[in-house]
């Protein structure tokens, strides 16, 4: 299975290259759409991680995917624009979206 990233800056998608997660920088909602169903066209991608500031703006249009697909899981991923606690928010993600405790 493999993860895909939405985000609307680039220092999270360059730190997330790093593990291996490949992604996109948009900023529009057809850009957001375009991503999701370039992500759902690959097989192997699983998860669909997308930025908290893209999550909160296009959200109407995030949640119809998300009723309406099987595959793959969309989640909501703070970064560091996201708030206060961003690694307990990116932890309690992780668990969730994984299964895994950290």
């Given amino acids: 299975m493999k993860y895909f990233l939405i985000s609307d800056n680039i220092d999270t998608l360059a ?3 790093m593990v291996g997660v ?3 920088v948009v900023h529009e909602e057809n850009e957001v759409r375009d991503a999701i169903e370039r992500a759902a066209a690959d097989p192997d991608v699983g998860l669909v991680l997308v930025t908290t ?3 909160q703006s296009f959200s109407h249009m995030i949640f119809q995917y998300k009723l ?3 595959r793959p899981l969309i989640v909501e991923m ?3 624009h996201s708030g206060d606690d961003v690694a307990a928010s990116m ?3 992780i668990e969730e979206a994984v299964g ?3």
Wanted: proline share 5%.
């Fill in 15 to 17: 730190g997330l290259r």
């Fill in 22 to 24: 490949d992604g996109v």
């Fill in 100 to 102: 895994i405790k950290i």
């Fill in 68 to 70: 309406n697909m099987r």
């Fill in 53 to 55: 500031r893209l999550f």
């Fill in 78 to 80: 703070p970064d560091r």
């Fill in 91 to 93: 932890r309690r993600y």
